[in-house]
């Protein structure tokens, strides 16, 4: 441990404070009351962002304490920048003459996985008061907080600023494509989709079947195609055998497919990068000759809405391949088709590429922040001028 560096448990260095739930008849949305949080479902990047009220608060966030998340998912964070009623899905960790509430911010995120650990697994992982405030920590002095607050700061900053840039790239690029889309013209034919392409479902192999799993065929389901929306796909968490494919409502899909989610989340797209089948979360469409996949699939993009206010069930909501097949487009000629492709991929392209560096970015701040919270790297005290400290 370095020099003047401290050993100590969280309780020691700061206040923990666990949520209560306050009467439910207490509840409201119309700002009776304080602000009230039940778990980290609001949370912001660094602020949140409550929806709900309580006008008999059990337990109260101050201004700049840290929001911690102490039920699934564990070890989220937010700061409160007012007075807030928490639940019990949250505890509060404040500052004290020993560290500063952004220093124990950086310090629980650095810790998160063990904070994890500590609280067991599935849906009702938490971790206690007790486990809270016995979690031992190493504490810098007072000085190398200040300096590893600022530092930090400014990287987030930098990311933040990445981050506004991808962002700004896909308003563009979905401004873009809308204008695209609705130029029409003459030679623009209207048509259903069942017109232009083939739909085709998916299916399941029993999993009770051990010669039916662990094959080479690529074998989707919605959650791993609702992350890579417009990407294209080459492989999935699962693969099935030739014999499951048999024994199981899946079809192979051919390259080029566009496969889409049609239950629970629905119309989310991907292109088939290589001939793969699906689970029956899905009604994928074969493009015929007169229609591009990639342009189908930045079609369902913008006119994702179609699919979901067609979609029903009380239990998930789904969307049927004849109200897939049924859903009107108004296609363009192939070399219209193909401009809009171009222009559009060119911007997924600027997209990426703020992704990556976001990305990037991100992988470096957690490096960073490892370095110097375990004391490899200790800040000099000169960066005190940077910070106009004497």
């Not at 039940?38 to 608060?57: D, I, L, M, T, Y």
């Not at 920590?137 to 907080?145: A, D, Y």
Request: proline letters at 5%.
């Amino acid at each position: 441990m370095p020099r003047g560096w401290v050993e100590a448990v969280l309780g020691q260095i700061a206040d923990v404070t666990m949520g209560q739930s306050p009467p439910g008849s207490s509840y409201n949305t119309t700002g009776d009351g304080l602000p009230f949080m039940q778990g980290s479902a609001e949370f912001g990047e660094h602020f949140p962002e409550p929806v709900k009220w309580c006008s008999s608060p059990a337990r109260v966030a101050e201004p700049g304490d840290v929001l911690l998340s102490v039920r699934a998912p564990v070890g989220d964070t937010n700061i409160a920048n007012q007075r807030l009623a928490i639940g019990r899905g949250l505890a509060t960790v404040s500052g004290s003459k020993h560290a500063t509430s952004e220093f124990l911010r950086l310090l629980i995120q650095h810790n998160a996985s063990e904070l994890i650990a500590n609280s067991g697994t599935g849906m009702f992982a938490s971790i206690t008061g007790k486990s809270l405030k016995g979690f031992k920590v190493q504490l810098p002095p007072m000085s190398e907080q200040r300096r590893i607050v600022d530092l930090m700061s400014s990287v987030d900053s930098y990311i933040a600023a990445l981050q506004q840039q991808a962002d700004a790239a896909r308003s563009a690029r979905s401004a873009v494509l809308s204008e695209l889309l609705s130029a029409g013209g003459d030679d623009w034919d209207e048509m259903t989709i069942g017109s232009i392409a083939e739909v085709v479902g998916g299916g399941t192999p029993s999993t009770k079947v051990a010669e039916y799993w662990g094959g080479e065929i690529v074998w989707l389901t919605p959650t791993e195609v609702v992350p890579r929306d417009g990407q294209e796909i080459f492989d999935s968490e699962r693969h099935i055998t030739t014999t499951g494919l048999k024994n199981s409502g899946a079809q192979l899909l051919p390259p080029g497919s566009v496969i889409l989610t049609s239950r629970a989340s629905v119309g989310f797209v991907a292109l088939a990068g290589i001939e793969l089948c699906t689970n029956q979360g899905f009604q994928s469409l074969i493009p015929n000759d007169y229609t591009m996949a990639r342009f189908l699939m930045f079609w369902i993009q913008a006119n994702r809405h179609q699919f979901d206010s067609r979609a029903a069930g009380s239990t998930f909501k789904e969307i049927s391949r004849s109200n897939v097949r049924s859903i009107k487009i108004a296609l363009p000629p192939l070399a219209e088709q193909k401009r809009i492709v171009e222009i559009v991929s060119s911007m997924d392209v600027v997209i990426q590429s703020a992704d990556n560096a976001v990305a990037d970015a991100k992988s470096l701040r957690s490096g960073l922040l490892s370095d110097l919270l375990s004391g490899a790297h200790e800040i000099p005290e000169s960066y005190d001028r940077l910070l106009g400290v004497a």
